[in-house]
Nanobody
Framework: QVQLVESGGGLAQAGGSLRLSCAAS????????MGWFRQAPGKAREFVAA????????YYAGSVKGRFTISRDNAKNTMYLQMNSLKPEDTAVYYC??????????????????????WGQGTQVTVSS
């Protein structure tokens, strides 16, 4: 089992920045692809970004590419999402997720929620205009 806990959400103004963290515990974190998803009120959960176990591969949704950066620190069992140039449409609950298949990079399929077995509880991000 892997437990995931998000933090770093809050209120930001449009054009501002926030950094989210996802702390993993319970099992080794190092071998898993990790991802960020978000869900706005009344909308389906959508993919934001993914990173493979060694951080050598990343994949982003088109809506955040160039503004958000996903990273991880395996020594700290923590994944990050640096969010810059925030827009009101980035307002959502942000979730981190872990793919329990070790050392697998699914490429564009990492954008599917079906690729992930473990989920955090989410952290709210609100961007005001």
């Amino acid at each position: 089992q892997v437990q995931l806990v998000e933090s770093g959400g809050g209120l930001a103004q449009a054009g501002g920045s926030l950094r989210l963290s996802c702390a993993a515990s319970g099992r080794t974190f190092n071998g898993y692809t990790m991802g960020w998803f978000r869900q706005a009120p009344g909308k389906a959960r959508e993919f934001v970004a993914a990173i493979n176990w060694s951080a050598s591969n990343t994949y982003y949704a088109g809506s955040v590419k160039g503004r958000f950066t996903i990273s991880r620190d395996n020594a700290k069992n923590t994944m990050y999402l640096q969010m810059n140039s925030l827009k009101p449409e980035d307002t959502a609950v942000y979730y981190c997720a872990a793919d329990s298949s070790p050392l697998i990079w699914r490429g564009p399929d990492s954008s599917s929620h079906r690729s992930y077995n473990y989920w955090g509880q989410g952290t709210q991000v609100t961007v005001s205009s």
